[in-house]
C-alpha cells in the first residue's frame, strides 16, 4: 500500500473528527451551521479522493469523478448504502456552487447522517487496507 493512501486515510479521520466537533456546537452561534457545512465539504473530498487513491493501489480502477468513485465503491462493498452517498455528492454540489440559506438549514439537518455514513467508510476503508 503506498505511502499517499495511509497519509489520505490519516487526513479523512482527522477531518472526521473535526467534522463531528462542529456538530456539536451551540446552535446559537450563526457560525455553527455555516462551519459543519464547510468541515461537511472538507470530508467529502477528502472520502472520495481516499477512494480514488485505493482504488486505483487496490484494485488498478481508475474513477476520476466523485461518482465513479462511489459506483465503483459500491460495486466492491466498500460503501454499502450507494444512494446515501449519491446524496452527499448532490448536497456537497449544493454547497459548493452557491449559498441560498435555505439549501443550508436542509443540508444542516441531514449532517449527521451524513457523518454516520463517512464513519462506515473510515471503518471499512480501515479493513481494507490491512487486509491489502
Not at 11 to 21: C, G, I, P, V, W
Not at 111 to 116: E, G, V
Amino acid at each position: 500500500m503506498k505511502a499517499e493512501t495511509h497519509d489520505a486515510m490519516s487526513y479523512f479521520s482527522k477531518a472526521l473528527l473535526r467534522f463531528t466537533e462542529a456538530l456539536a456546537e451551540d446552535l446559537s452561534n450563526p457560525l455553527a451551521i455555516d462551519g459543519s457545512i464547510q468541515r461537511f465539504e472538507f470530508c467529502f473530498e477528502l472520502g472520495w479522493k481516499l477512494l480514488k487513491k485505493m482504488l486505483m493501489d487496490i484494485e488498478g480502477l481508475e474513477a476520476l469523478s466523485p461518482k465513479k468513485a462511489l459506483q465503483f465503491a459500491y460495486q466492491l462493498g466498500w460503501i454499502k448504502d450507494e444512494q446515501a452517498w449519491l446524496k452527499m455528492l448532490n448536497d456537497r454540489n449544493l454547497t459548493s456552487h452557491t449559498y441560498r440559506e435555505d439549501y443550508a438549514q436542509e443540508i444542516y439537518s441531514q449532517l449527521p447522517h451524513h457523518l454516520k455514513s463517512m464513519q462506515l467508510l473510515q471503518h471499512r476503508l480501515t479493513i481494507v487496507i490491512q487486509e491489502a
